[in-house]
C-alpha cells in the first residue's frame, strides 16, 4: 500500500511516517510546505529506503498537488497538513483560514479528481482520512465547577461542535468540508479527533517541550492562569498506530475519537516534568535550588477552553485500538527523548533545521 501523508514533517505527521517505515511494509509520500513547524531532522536518515519520497508542496497549490497525487498514485491519503498552534491562530488567523479550510478544500478536490479517474478496484479500495483535533468540541465541564458525585462528560463522536479559538474553528470547518465531500460526493472519507498529543520531536513552542527545555536552562516555566485547566494527553506514538489502524481497518463515513485517558491540570503536567528533572538532572542550572521554583503564573490565554476529554470507547471495540503508555511512563520517555537528543533541539532553537539539505542537495 502507498500512503500519502500531508504534513509529514511536523510533530505528529513525522511520528506517523516513522511508524510506517519502521513497523509496517507500506510505502509513504511525505508531502510537506516545511513551513516553521515542518523540520524533516524528525524522520532520521537510518530510517530513509526506497519506500520513503519528500515532495515539498503546499496544500493550497492545485497544479503540484496535481503532479504529486498522478506520480505517486497513492492508495491512501492521511491529511494532517494544517497549521496548529492555538496561541498563533489567536495573534494571527489568517494562516490558519488559509491552510486549515482553503487548504483542505483544495487538497479534498484535488484528491476528489484523482479518485475519479481511479480504475475500479484501486477507486473502491481508495480512503481520504482527515486528523482533526478534539478542539473542535470546545470545553467541558471542569470538575471544580460541579457538585460532589454529579457526572463529568466526555466529549463522544456524537458531541456538538462549539470551537472556542481561531484554530479550532478552522480544523472544525475542515472536518465539515471533508464531511460534505462522502455526503455530496460520495468522496470516501473518515475523521478523527484527538486529544493533545507530546512526546519525541515535538516543536518547543508547545506546552511539554517549552517547560523541558526552559527548567534546563533556568528559565521561567510560564503556566496560563492558575494552570488548573484540564486536557488529555495522549503519546504520539500511541496516536500514530491509531491513525494507520484507522486509516487501512477504520469505516468509510465513521468519525473516530482517539484519547489517552489521561486528564490532567496544566499546572500538575509542568510538576510532573518537574519531578522528572530532579530525578533525571539533579544538578540544576546556577541559582536554581528546585526546578517548580521555576514555574511562573501568566496572564490567562482569551477564550482558555477549561476541559477537554475525550471518550475513546468506539474504537477501542471497533478496532481494538487502546494506548501503550500511561501519562507517567509515556512523560518519562519524553523527557529523557529531550534530554538524549539535544542535537535535534538545539538545531530547532538556533534556526538550524531551516538549512536541512533537500533530496538532490538543493538547500530550502
Ligand atoms: P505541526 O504544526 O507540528 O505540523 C504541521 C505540518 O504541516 C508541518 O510539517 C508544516 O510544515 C505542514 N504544513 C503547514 N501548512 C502546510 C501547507 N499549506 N501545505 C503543506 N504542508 C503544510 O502539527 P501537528 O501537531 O503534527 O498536528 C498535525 C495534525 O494533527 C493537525 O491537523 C492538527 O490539527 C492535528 N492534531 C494535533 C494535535 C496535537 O496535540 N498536536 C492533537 C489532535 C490533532
Known amino acids: 500500500m502507498k500512503i500519502l501523508v500531508t504534513g509529514g514533517a511536523g510533530f505528529i505527521g513525522s511520528a506517523v511516517i516513522r511508524y510506517i517505515l519502521s513497523d509496517t511494509k507500506h510505502s509513504v509520500v511525505n508531502l510537506d510546505k ?18 520513503y519520497v519528500f515532495e515539498q508542496v503546499d496544500i493550497c497549490d492545485v497544479a503540484e498537488l496535481d503532479r504529486t497525487l498522478l506520480t505517486h498514485e497513492p492508495d ?10 492555538v496561541d498563533r491562530s489567536i495573534d494571527g488567523p489568517g494562516e490558519f483560514i488559509q491552510t486549515n479550510l482553503v487548504g483542505t478544500y483544495t487538497l479534498l478536490e484535488a484528491a476528489r479528481k484523482y479518485w475519479n479517474c481511479l480504475d475500479r478496484n484501486k477507486k473502491e479500495a481508495f480512503r481520504f482520512h ?15 465547577d460541579v457538585t460532589d458525585g454529579q457526572y463529568l462528560p ?5 458531541t456538538s461542535y462549539a470551537p472556542s479559538s481561531p484554530y479550532s474553528a478552522s480544523k472544525a470547518g475542515s472536518d465539515h468540508l471533508v464531511r460534505a465531500w462522502l455526503r455530496t460526493y460520495g468522496f470516501p472519507t473518515i475523521v478523527t479527533n484527538c486529544s493533545n498529543n507530546y512526546g519525541p520531536y515535538h516543536f518547543p513552542e508547545k506546552l511539554i517541550p517549552h517547560i523541558i527545555l526552559n527548567a534546563l536552562a533556568g528559565k521561567p516555566l510560564p503556566v496560563y492562569g492558575d494552570g488548573s485547566q484540564i486536557r488529555d494527553w495522549l503519546y504520539v506514538e500511541d496516536h500514530a498506530r491509531a491513525l494507520i489502524k484507522v486509516a487501512i481497518e477504520g469505516q468509510i463515513g465513521e468519525t473516530y475519537n482517539i484519547g489517552g485517558h489521561n486528564e490532567k491540570r496544566n499546572i500538575e503536567v509542568v510538576e510532573t516534568v518537574c519531578s522528572l528533572l530532579e530525578e533525571l538532572v539533579p544538578e540544576k542550572p546556577k541559582g536554581v535550588s528546585a526546578y517548580t521554583d521555576l514555574i511562573t503564573f501568566v496572564k490567562d490565554r482569551p477564550g482558555h477552553d477549561v476541559r477537554y476529554a475525550i471518550d475513546a470507547t468506539k474504537i477501542a471495540n471497533e478496532l481494538e485500538w487502546t494506548p501503550e503508555e500511561t501519562f507517567e511512563s509515556g512523560m518519562k520517555k519524553t523527557v529523557r527523548w529531550y534530554l538524549n537528543n539535544q542535537e535535534w533541539w538545539q538545531r530547532v532553537l538556533s534556526g538550524d533545521y531551516q538549512m536541512e539539505r533537500v533530496g538532490d542537495g538543493v538547500e530550502k
Open 154 to 158: 466526555l466529549f463522544t463522536e456524537r
Open 130 to 144: 482527515h486528523i482533526s483535533t478534539d478542539e473542535v468540541y470546545g470545553d467541558l465541564p471542569h470538575p471544580d
Open 76 to 85: 491512501i491519503i492521511m491529511h494532517l497538513a494544517a497549521e496548529s498552534h
Open 34 to 51: 516545511l513551513t516553521y513547524a515542518g523540520n524533516l531532522e524528525s524522520i532520521p536518515v537510518s530510517l530513509h529506503d526506497e519506500r
